[in-house]
């Protein structure tokens, strides 16, 4: 199945989205896979010097045994699966000087579920890290806002099956969230492709 890019027209930024990368019947299959076979996992995260469950469950992939440290949470990879393999390689084919050493996974229950404001800037992704987004089951909101400029911002839906590639210096100048909604939907997973050296 051929998809076609959709360049995001922000300044300082690099940032093309596929809809129907997948199509609704590889969606599905992952969806069904990945929402039985990973072990999910709601970690505390300390906002403020309190702590809360994280708005969300994940799981970390990686292919060299790096842990990933964010939000004052430290995870410790398990082994890519077949299924985070097949996804990786597909991406691949778009990004050929780009391979993934990691996968950050997470499942937004429903509209309670979210990932508030922040960039993908920790320095173990390096200068301008390539950012490759997946989205299976429900779609969601997807919101940018420029670091220093609060005029620049930009909203987009990612749809199930879709991909969305942010590079360049797209997490050095924005952040991104996906909010909260009080609409009855359903659950969407999220995979997010990660070189950490
Ligand atoms: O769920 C999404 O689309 C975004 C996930 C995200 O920004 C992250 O895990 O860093
Ligand atoms: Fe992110």
Redesign the pocket.
């Known amino acids: 199945m051929q998809t076609e890019a959709l360049k995001i027209e922000l300044p300082e930024s690099d940032i093309q989205y596929f809809s129907g990368f997948f199509s609704p019947g590889e969606a599905a299959r992952l969806f069904e896979t990945l929402r039985r076979e990973i072990p999910w996992q709601q970690d505390d995260i300390r906002v403020f010097g309190k702590t809360y469950p994280q708005p969300r469950l994940t799981a970390l992939f990686a292919n060299n045994g790096k842990p990933y440290a964010y939000s004052n949470i430290t995870m410790i990879p398990h082994l890519f699966t077949g299924e985070l393999l097949e996804i990786k390689q597909k991406i691949e084919r778009l990004l050929p000087e780009t391979s993934f050493t990691t996968c950050l996974l997470n499942l937004y229950r429903d509209g309670r579920d979210s ?1 508030g404001w ?3 800037d920790e320095s173990v992704l390096g200068r301008n890290p390539v ?1 490759a ?1 997946v989205t299976l089951g429900e779609e969601r909101p997807f919101h940018f806002k420029h670091k220093k400029d609060p005029s620049l911002k930009h909203k987009m839906i990612l749809e199930n099956g879709s991909l969305l590639i942010m590079k360049g210096e797209t997490q050095h100048c924005w952040l ?1 969230q996906v909010p909260k909604t009080k609409r009855p939907i359903g659950e969407r997973i999220n995979l ?1 492709f990660r070189v950490i050296r």
């Open positions: 990932n922040h960039a993908d950012i987004s991104h997010t």
